[in-house]
């Protein structure tokens, strides 16, 4: 079993900055196999991704609403995920979670993945 600990959300105002991260955890568990992906959901919407990275770090995905503003990377030896936001908007507002796929692969695709955090909010003033 896996456990994926998210940190770092809160109130921002627009234009400003979040960094998430996502502690990774369990019993026989390599977090350098594991592709992970941040994904959100704001209230009245479906989950949708955000970024995504594969095992190494070398290869990542990220939605076009977010590109130029988010980055996704990892630090394999302290089994963490991150999420940089800048220049956040209102439209940014929902959960956002942090997602293990253990075939490694960065997928957008929710269905892809295999273990999930509790999600930490975000919330982005005007």
């Known amino acids: 079993q896996v456990q994926l600990v998210e940190s770092g959300g809160g109130l921002v105002q627009a234009g400003g900055s979040l960094r998430l991260s996502c502690a990774a955890s369990?019993?026989?568990?390599?977090?350098?196999?594991?592709?992970m992906g941040w994904f959100r959901q704001a209230p009245g919407k479906e989950r949708e991704c955000v970024a995504a990275?594969?095992?190494?770090?070398?290869?990542?995905y990220y939605a076009d609403f977010v590109k130029g503003r988010f980055t996704i990377s990892r630090d394999n030896a302290k089994n963490t995920v991150y999420l940089q936001m800048n220049s956040l908007k209102p439209e940014d507002t929902a959960v956002y979670y942090c997602?293990?796929?253990?075939?490694?692969?960065?997928?957008?695709?929710?269905?892809?993945?295999?273990?999930w955090g509790q999600g930490t909010q975000v919330t982005v003033s005007s």
């Open positions: 990275i594969g095992r190494s770090g070398g290869s990542t």
């Open positions: 997602a293990a796929d253990r075939s490694g692969r960065y997928s957008g695709n929710s269905l892809a993945y295999d273990y």
């Open positions: 369990g019993r026989i568990f390599i977090f350098s196999s594991y592709g």
